[in-house]
């Protein structure tokens, strides 16, 4: 039995209890680590999965757009040859180059915005559908609603004229016939006048 146990303090080597001190100071040290490494996975695993949310609208934009989505954007451009006909359903070969355009810019990657920027860069505001807010163009969208109210509130003048009518004059009685005392008056008065002329 002693050579046993000197067996076992050569095999532990020098500085090492028998007890289990140390050996539970190392189990431990090893669930630390690998309770941060699980934490380091869980965060990289979120991240991924934040980036493939992020990420799915790309990957659904790398196939070429359908017919829809051309004519979502040509609805709100008008076409350059023909006087107010949207770009959607104008039968020009002109509008047909315009299509395959946003289709090619639809491709690249271009939002709507910047595919109307691009068009109105080329050809003017007179292309889009819906005028900007810019410059002179917000009265296009103000002087409407207040021509709209100014016309109401003539409407409701006007009819509620016709519904409570002003009083009207009542004409005066036929005067009576001139009597002696009346010529008296006039007799007097044409003296006066003519005294002053």
């Known amino acids: 039995m002693a050579r046993r146990r000197r067996r076992e303090a050569i ?3 020098p500085g090492q209890h028998t007890c289990h001190c140390r050996s539970r100071l190392m189990i431990q040290k090893s669930e630390i680590r690998s309770q941060k ?6 965060a990289l695993l979120v991240a991924l999965a934040v980036a493939l949310v992020f990420a799915a609208p790309v990957f659904a934009q790398n196939g070429e757009p359908t017919d829809d989505e051309v004519n ?9 040859v023909c006087e ?3 770009l959607d359903v104008c039968p020009t070969q002109a509008c047909a180059q315009w299509r395959a355009t946003i289709k090619e810019k639809l491709i690249a990657g271009w939002s709507e915005q910047q595919i109307k920027d691009y068009f109105v ?7 889009l559908a819906q005028p900007s807010t810019r410059g002179l163009n917000v009265l296009v969208w103000v002087l409407p609603p207040i021509g709209f109210l100014i016309g109401a509130a003539a409407l409701a003048y006007y009819l509620q004229q016709l519904r409570n009518p002003a009083p009207s004059v009542v004409a005066a009685p036929a005067s009576a016939p001139p009597t002696d005392d009346d010529d008296d008056y006039e007799k007097r008065l044409e003296e ?3 005294k002053r002329r």
């Open 72 to 80: 979502a954007v040509a609805k709100q451009l008008y076409c350059p």
């Open 37 to 42: 490494s699980e934490a380091v996975i869980a």
């Open 192 to 194: 006066e006048l003519a």
């Open 84 to 86: 107010n006909t949207p």
């Open 121 to 127: 860069q080329q050809y003017g505001e007179r292309v």
């Open 11 to 13: 095999r532990r080597g």
